[in-house]
């Protein structure tokens, strides 16, 4: 998220980047850190404008990040702020479920969009078990309490064994369970 937001606020210093520049910054964005199915920007009316990398995700240009009231409300919100956003878990135009981080560049008037970050959900979660076994665990991803992704092959017995953190994001209520 910070990566994202570093990102968003160089556009914000240089406004007039050229889109080469910024597609030099997003593939070393994407080769840094290799947990992004495709870094955006959007332009102020919430339109997908660039992106990287265009293979694999070229049906979200031209797409509307502000899709429904609460997108937009949360968007309105971060570009008063100058705080990035979090979406929850969302089915991406790219399919399969994901999350995407929108960080303003600029705030107010001088908002010229943002730059998101969008995650497939089970990247993430694969990441968080890279050094382990992954067959050995279940991992569950709540919002709120509530269960939104769970990444392992068995049926939980009822979590005699399990542990359960907060995860650190803006925006959301997030809590991690892992489960031998």
Do not use: H
């Not at 990102?7 to 240089?14: E, G, T, Y």
């Not at 399969?96 to 959900?121: C, E, L, M």
């Amino acid at each position: 998220a910070d990566a994202i937001l570093r990102m968003a606020n160089r556009l914000a210093i240089d406004p007039q980047t050229p889109e080469s520049e910024w597609r030099e910054d997003a593939l070393n964005y994407l080769e840094d850190f290799r947990i992004y199915q495709a870094i955006e920007w959007i332009d102020r009316n919430f339109i997908i404008r660039w992106l990287e990398p265009v293979a694999g995700n070229e049906n979200v240009l031209g797409f509307n990040a502000a899709f429904d009231q609460k997108r937009l409300e949360a968007l309105e919100a971060a570009k008063l702020s100058g705080d990035y956003d979090v979406s929850g878990v969302l089915e991406l135009r790219q399919g399969d479920k994901g999350v995407v981080i929108y960080a303003p560049v600029g705030t107010g008037p001088d908002n010229n969009g943002f730059v998101a970050g969008v995650f497939r959900i089970k990247t993430l979660a694969q990441q968080l078990m890279a050094s382990r076994d992954p067959a050995m665990f279940r991992i569950e991803i709540r919002s709120e309490g509530v269960p939104v992704y769970t990444l392992g092959d068995f049926e939980s017995a009822g979590a005699p064994m399990s542990y359960t953190v907060p995860v650190n994001l803006p925006t959301q209520d997030w809590q991690l369970t892992v489960e031998p």
